[in-house]
């Protein structure tokens, strides 16, 4: 019962700290050209859609001279790929907490323990899925941009 209680805790509280280590920086997002400019990125925090298409001589505007229409796009396609892919990382840390929390409540009944194992276990597997995808996405956009 105590090893039930503590495994369970442990569950909720990884998965929630995970839920409020992946959410997003207001200070990031707002000065995500400046960012750019620098070469420093907010950890952990989602991306502005305009990400690489920032002036060099001025961070704080959006600059297209230049650019080939082809790669402002694709820019911008990567830059909501990886949006998506982060927010469906928080959706899994998500799933990670719910099944949690049907295991703390399934009180030792063989399905519904089952039930919520395998919850958690497909939201992990998904959330590695998505941050490997993510630094997949984030790697090819450096190098398109560059």
Not at 6 to 15: E, I
Not at 33 to 39: E, Q
Not at 110 to 124: M, S
């Amino acid at each position: 019962m105590i090893k039930k209680f503590f495994v369970s805790s442990m569950v909720v509280l990884t998965g929630a700290l995970g839920l409020l280590s992946v959410m997003p920086s207001p200070q990031a997002n707002a000065a995500a050209c400046a960012n750019d400019a620098t070469g420093v990125a907010a950890f952990l925090s989602f991306p502005s859609w305009y990400r690489g298409l920032c002036d060099s001589s001025d961070p704080s505007k959006i600059n297209l001279e230049g650019m080939e229409p082809g790669m402002i796009i694709i820019t911008i396609a990567m830059n909501i790929i990886d949006i998506a892919l982060r927010a469906a990382a928080i959706i899994a840390v998500g799933f990670v907490i719910y099944g949690g929390f049907r295991y703390l409540i399934s009180q030792g009944e063989p399905d519904k323990t089952k039930n919520a194992l395998d919850t958690i276990l497909k939201a992990v597997i998904g959330l590695a899925i998505c941050m490997i995808s993510a630094v997949v996405v984030s790697f090819l956009a450096g190098r398109l941009s560059s």
